[in-house]
Protein backbone atom coordinates (compact mmCIF):
# COMPACT_ATOMS: atom_id res chain seq x y z
CA UNK A 1 0.00 0.00 0.00
CA UNK A 2 1.04 3.74 -1.25
CA UNK A 3 1.64 5.42 2.22
CA UNK A 4 0.24 9.27 1.42
CA UNK A 5 2.69 11.84 1.45
CA UNK A 6 2.51 14.74 4.49
CA UNK A 7 2.16 18.09 2.67
CA UNK A 8 2.04 21.61 4.44
CA UNK A 9 -1.19 22.70 5.12
CA UNK A 10 -2.45 25.79 2.61
CA UNK A 11 -2.76 29.42 3.83
CA UNK A 12 -5.08 31.72 2.49
CA UNK A 13 -2.77 34.37 0.79
CA UNK A 14 -1.55 37.17 2.67
CA UNK A 15 -1.84 34.82 6.03
CA UNK A 16 0.49 35.16 8.92
CA UNK A 17 1.81 31.90 9.87
CA UNK A 18 2.00 30.82 13.47
CA UNK A 19 5.62 30.18 12.89
CA UNK A 20 6.58 32.88 11.27
CA UNK A 21 9.71 35.06 11.73
CA UNK A 22 9.19 38.02 14.61
CA UNK A 23 10.23 40.52 12.20
CA UNK A 24 6.65 39.04 10.54
CA UNK A 25 4.77 39.17 13.37
CA UNK A 26 5.98 42.48 14.51
CA UNK A 27 5.11 43.57 11.13
CA UNK A 28 1.36 42.05 11.76
CA UNK A 29 1.27 43.69 15.15
CA UNK A 30 1.71 47.28 14.08
CA UNK A 31 -0.83 47.11 11.00
CA UNK A 32 -3.49 45.79 13.79
CA UNK A 33 -2.03 48.97 15.89
CA UNK A 34 -2.48 51.09 13.22
CA UNK A 35 -5.98 50.18 12.57
CA UNK A 36 -8.13 53.27 13.71
CA UNK A 37 -11.05 50.98 14.38
CA UNK A 38 -8.61 48.83 16.71
CA UNK A 39 -7.99 52.72 18.46
CA UNK A 40 -11.40 53.64 19.70
CA UNK A 41 -11.54 51.97 23.29
CA UNK A 42 -15.11 52.47 25.45
CA UNK A 43 -15.70 55.58 27.24
CA UNK A 44 -17.89 56.70 29.90
CA UNK A 45 -17.90 60.02 28.35
CA UNK A 46 -20.83 59.23 26.13
CA UNK A 47 -22.74 62.95 25.56
CA UNK A 48 -20.87 65.91 24.33
CA UNK A 49 -23.90 68.25 24.82
CA UNK A 50 -27.67 68.43 25.51
CA UNK A 51 -29.73 70.84 24.07
CA UNK A 52 -33.20 72.36 24.05
CA UNK A 53 -33.78 74.83 21.18
CA UNK A 54 -37.54 76.74 20.46
CA UNK A 55 -39.17 76.80 17.09
CA UNK A 56 -37.41 79.64 16.01
CA UNK A 57 -33.76 78.19 16.89
CA UNK A 58 -33.10 80.02 19.78
CA UNK A 59 -31.54 78.23 22.59
CA UNK A 60 -33.51 77.88 25.98
CA UNK A 61 -30.69 75.41 27.62
CA UNK A 62 -27.69 73.79 27.00
CA UNK A 63 -24.93 71.91 28.41
CA UNK A 64 -21.65 71.45 27.05
CA UNK A 65 -19.90 68.91 28.84
CA UNK A 66 -15.99 68.98 26.67
CA UNK A 67 -14.36 71.91 24.91
CA UNK A 68 -15.80 70.94 21.14
CA UNK A 69 -17.74 73.92 20.89
CA UNK A 70 -15.43 76.08 23.58
CA UNK A 71 -16.82 79.39 23.48
CA UNK A 72 -20.45 80.57 23.27
CA UNK A 73 -20.72 82.12 20.22
CA UNK A 74 -19.25 78.71 18.63
CA UNK A 75 -22.01 76.68 20.27
CA UNK A 76 -24.66 78.74 19.40
CA UNK A 77 -23.36 78.67 15.77
CA UNK A 78 -23.48 75.06 16.00
CA UNK A 79 -26.78 74.77 17.75
CA UNK A 80 -28.11 76.94 14.82
CA UNK A 81 -26.59 74.75 12.28
CA UNK A 82 -27.98 71.77 13.90
CA UNK A 83 -31.38 73.45 13.95
CA UNK A 84 -30.99 74.28 10.18
CA UNK A 85 -30.76 70.42 9.32
CA UNK A 86 -33.13 68.65 11.43
CA UNK A 87 -36.35 71.16 12.04
CA UNK A 88 -38.35 70.30 9.04
CA UNK A 89 -37.73 66.51 8.65
CA UNK A 90 -39.11 63.38 10.23
CA UNK A 91 -36.03 61.89 11.04
CA UNK A 92 -34.35 61.24 14.36
CA UNK A 93 -31.19 61.72 14.16
CA UNK A 94 -28.72 63.42 12.14
CA UNK A 95 -24.51 63.44 11.56
CA UNK A 96 -23.24 66.92 11.70
CA UNK A 97 -19.57 68.26 12.19
CA UNK A 98 -18.42 64.30 12.97
CA UNK A 99 -20.91 63.84 15.51
CA UNK A 100 -23.75 62.08 16.02
CA UNK A 101 -27.05 63.99 17.16
CA UNK A 102 -30.37 62.57 17.66
CA UNK A 103 -33.34 64.80 18.61
CA UNK A 104 -37.17 65.06 19.33
CA UNK A 105 -39.98 67.94 18.92
CA UNK A 106 -42.63 68.79 20.72
CA UNK A 107 -44.83 71.55 19.88
CA UNK A 108 -42.66 74.26 19.69
CA UNK A 109 -39.45 73.25 21.29
CA UNK A 110 -36.50 70.68 19.82
CA UNK A 111 -34.67 68.50 22.57
CA UNK A 112 -31.04 67.54 21.56
CA UNK A 113 -28.31 64.78 22.56
CA UNK A 114 -25.22 65.15 21.22
CA UNK A 115 -22.19 62.35 20.52
CA UNK A 116 -19.06 61.69 18.88
CA UNK A 117 -19.61 60.21 15.15
CA UNK A 118 -18.20 56.52 17.15
CA UNK A 119 -20.70 56.61 19.68
CA UNK A 120 -23.88 53.85 20.32
CA UNK A 121 -27.39 55.30 18.89
CA UNK A 122 -29.33 53.55 21.31
CA UNK A 123 -26.87 55.16 24.43
CA UNK A 124 -27.73 58.51 23.13
CA UNK A 125 -31.33 57.61 22.23
CA UNK A 126 -31.73 56.51 25.97
CA UNK A 127 -30.76 59.62 27.36
CA UNK A 128 -33.37 61.75 24.86
CA UNK A 129 -36.15 59.49 26.17
CA UNK A 130 -35.25 59.58 29.66
CA UNK A 131 -34.90 63.23 29.41
CA UNK A 132 -38.21 64.34 27.57
CA UNK A 133 -40.18 61.36 29.45
CA UNK A 134 -38.83 62.95 32.61
CA UNK A 135 -39.89 66.49 31.69
CA UNK A 136 -43.25 65.71 30.48
CA UNK A 137 -43.60 64.29 33.91
CA UNK A 138 -42.56 67.03 35.32
CA UNK A 139 -44.15 69.93 33.31
CA UNK A 140 -47.62 67.31 33.74
CA UNK A 141 -46.91 66.68 29.85
CA UNK A 142 -47.47 70.23 28.97
CA UNK A 143 -44.00 69.88 27.41
CA UNK A 144 -44.24 73.57 25.60
CA UNK A 145 -41.97 76.28 25.72
CA UNK A 146 -44.19 78.67 28.50
CA UNK A 147 -44.00 76.15 30.88
CA UNK A 148 -40.55 75.14 30.13
CA UNK A 149 -39.70 78.43 30.84
CA UNK A 150 -41.35 78.59 34.13
CA UNK A 151 -39.80 75.50 35.87
CA UNK A 152 -36.38 75.98 34.23
CA UNK A 153 -34.35 75.24 37.48
CA UNK A 154 -36.27 72.22 37.81
CA UNK A 155 -35.22 71.24 34.15
CA UNK A 156 -32.01 71.68 35.04
CA UNK A 157 -32.09 69.74 37.65
CA UNK A 158 -33.09 67.08 35.65
CA UNK A 159 -30.57 67.43 33.15
CA UNK A 160 -27.77 67.14 35.94
CA UNK A 161 -29.38 63.88 36.77
CA UNK A 162 -29.04 62.16 33.93
CA UNK A 163 -26.03 63.50 32.47
CA UNK A 164 -22.81 64.41 34.63
CA UNK A 165 -19.69 65.86 32.57
CA UNK A 166 -20.98 64.02 30.07
CA UNK A 167 -21.10 60.54 32.24
CA UNK A 168 -24.61 59.07 32.10
CA UNK A 169 -25.72 58.69 35.47
CA UNK A 170 -29.52 57.99 34.86
CA UNK A 171 -31.87 56.47 32.07
CA UNK A 172 -34.77 55.84 33.97
CA UNK A 173 -37.05 58.89 34.36
CA UNK A 174 -38.68 57.78 37.48
CA UNK A 175 -35.55 57.47 39.17
CA UNK A 176 -34.70 61.48 37.73
CA UNK A 177 -38.03 62.98 39.09
CA UNK A 178 -37.50 61.00 42.57
CA UNK A 179 -33.80 62.50 42.74
CA UNK A 180 -35.65 65.64 41.73
CA UNK A 181 -37.70 65.60 44.36
CA UNK A 182 -35.47 64.93 47.05
CA UNK A 183 -33.04 67.58 46.12
CA UNK A 184 -35.82 70.53 45.65
CA UNK A 185 -37.21 69.24 49.20
CA UNK A 186 -34.05 68.70 50.72
CA UNK A 187 -32.60 72.14 49.90
CA UNK A 188 -35.86 74.09 50.55
CA UNK A 189 -33.32 77.64 50.42
CA UNK A 190 -31.95 76.58 46.72
CA UNK A 191 -35.63 75.51 45.30
CA UNK A 192 -38.12 77.14 47.76
CA UNK A 193 -37.42 80.82 48.16
CA UNK A 194 -39.30 82.01 45.64
CA UNK A 195 -42.00 80.28 46.47
CA UNK A 196 -41.92 81.21 50.18
CA UNK A 197 -41.53 85.16 49.40
CA UNK A 198 -44.14 85.32 46.80
CA UNK A 199 -46.55 83.75 50.15
CA UNK A 200 -45.18 86.05 52.81
CA UNK A 201 -46.07 88.92 50.06
CA UNK A 202 -49.05 87.69 49.53
CA UNK A 203 -50.93 86.69 52.54
CA UNK A 204 -51.10 90.02 54.34
CA UNK A 205 -53.42 91.77 51.77
CA UNK A 206 -55.80 88.58 51.66
CA UNK A 207 -55.62 87.91 55.36
CA UNK A 208 -55.24 91.66 56.94
CA UNK A 209 -52.17 90.10 58.88
CA UNK A 210 -49.06 91.73 60.00
CA UNK A 211 -46.07 90.87 58.33
CA UNK A 212 -44.27 90.28 61.91
CA UNK A 213 -46.81 87.48 62.34
CA UNK A 214 -45.41 85.65 59.45
CA UNK A 215 -43.07 82.75 59.32
CA UNK A 216 -41.48 83.02 55.90
CA UNK A 217 -39.24 85.35 54.50
CA UNK A 218 -39.94 89.11 53.30
Known amino acids: MQRAEARPRQHPEGAA ?3 GSGGDRAAAAAAGAMDPTRLLEPSLYTVKAIFILDNDGQRLLAKYYDDTFPSTKEQKTFERSVFD ?8 IAFLEGLTIVYKSSIDLFFYVVGSSQENELMLVAVLTCLFDSLSHMLRKNVEKRSLLDNLD ?17 SDPQQVIQKVNFRTVSEPAAYGWTIALC ?10 LPKSKLNGPY
Not at 199 to 208: E, I, Y
Request: negative net charge; proline residues 3%; charged residues 25%.
Open 85 to 92: KTHKTDSE
Open 154 to 170: GVFLVVDEIVDGGVILE
Open 199 to 208: LSKALPRFCN
Open 17 to 19: LGG
